[in-house]
């Protein structure tokens, strides 16, 4: 629901020219949707626990076109919880919502540590909450499909709106409730992430996202470009280039063509067309 510089929605202007923004071969696979969604995220206070459901759950149960699998490229260090560390049986997590019983919940889970420019994929029904303090930026599929395993002392109604209308018995079933061990999870994260590819390849069939480090170019296509280091400068195909401070973002459609990013930035596209 990006507003643009003249007034119009994003996501109207898409519709209305679906062939500038997105590309033949993106409209031709995925229709007008964007596939993508980009945020950045500031968590002033450690997030609640909660999960989303993948695709086909999202479909027969709340009729949207994706589940909501993410990513997060980390921009200042924290701690964050990320799976489970043993079997949970449904009754159990049941029970644990019921109670909200953070302690215990937290408990059961892995706590990583992270660190500027490490990345981590959350894959669909996977416990996660990210820690106070840390700033990063998200991409993921463009749905708002969350499962809160709790509320209290947060500013939200989980009671209401934490089950996606569907009541937390059903709910929890699109919740992984199998343990993993922490090499397991390890396999998420990618320290440090180095120029190209800052996700594992389970990542793929979801969206993109990539680290320019030094100088790199990219071929025409819808993409997001948020500069997270110093300045970075933004060449296109005609020649025309833009300087860009650090926290910029800058999106792009597909009939601006290739171009080339010189600075240290972040590049979130949709999946490939393949």
């Given at each position: 629901m990006t507003r643009l510089a003249d007034g119009e929605l994003l996501t109207d202007a898409?519709?209305?020219?679906?062939?500038?923004?997105?590309?033949?071969?993106?409209?031709?696979?995925?229709?007008?949707?964007?596939?993508?969604?980009?945020?950045?995220?500031?968590?002033?206070?450690?997030l609640p626990v909660h999960a989303h459901p993948d695709g086909d759950f999202a479909?027969?149960?709340?009729?949207?076109?994706?589940?909501?699998?993410?990513?997060?490229?980390?921009?200042?260090?924290?701690?964050?919880?990320?799976?489970?560390i043993r079997d949970v049986p449904l009754s159990e997590l049941r029970a644990l919502v019921g109670a909200q019983d953070s302690a215990t919940l937290?408990?059961?889970?892995?706590?990583?540590?992270?660190?500027?420019?490490?990345?981590?994929?959350?894959?669909?029904?996977?416990?996660h909450a990210i820690g106070a303090g840390i700033l990063l930026a998200e991409?993921?599929?463009?749905?708002?499909?969350?499962?809160?395993?709790?509320?209290?002392?947060?500013?939200?109604?989980?009671?209401r709106d934490g089950?996606?209308?569907?009541?937390?018995d059903l709910a929890l079933?699109?919740?992984?409730?199998?343990?993993?061990?922490?090499?397991?999870v390890e396999e998420f994260v990618l320290r440090n992430s180095p120029e190209g590819s800052v996700l594992p390849e389970s990542a793929d069939p979801f969206f993109?996202?990539?680290?320019?480090?030094s100088?790199?170019?990219?071929?025409?296509?819808?993409?997001?470009?948020?500069?997270?280091?110093g300045s970075a400068k933004l060449i296109s195909a005609a020649g025309s280039s833009m300087e860009l401070p650090a926290g910029s973002t800058v999106l792009i459609p597909h009939a601006a063509g290739s171009f080339h990013i010189d600075g240290d930035a972040l590049v979130a596209r949709p999946p490939r067309c393949e």
């Open positions: 898409i519709e209305r020219d679906p062939l500038s923004w997105l590309g033949a071969a993106h409209v031709q696979h995925f229709g007008v949707d964007t596939m993508l969604l980009v945020k950045l995220l500031d968590a002033g206070q450690r479909e027969k149960h709340v009729s949207t076109a994706h589940g909501k699998a993410e990513a997060w490229f980390i921009l200042s260090a924290g701690a964050v919880h990320l799976g489970l937290l408990s059961l889970m892995h706590e990583i540590q992270v660190s500027a420019g490490d990345s981590i994929f959350v894959p669909h029904g996977m416990l991409v993921q599929e463009p749905e708002d499909l969350s499962i809160l395993l709790e509320w209290t002392g947060f500013d939200l109604d989980g009671e089950h996606l209308g569907l009541g937390f079933t699109a919740v992984e409730s199998h343990g993993r061990s922490i090499s397991e993109r996202l990539d680290r320019v480090t100088s790199r170019d990219f071929p025409s296509g819808f993409a997001i470009v948020i500069v997270i280091g």
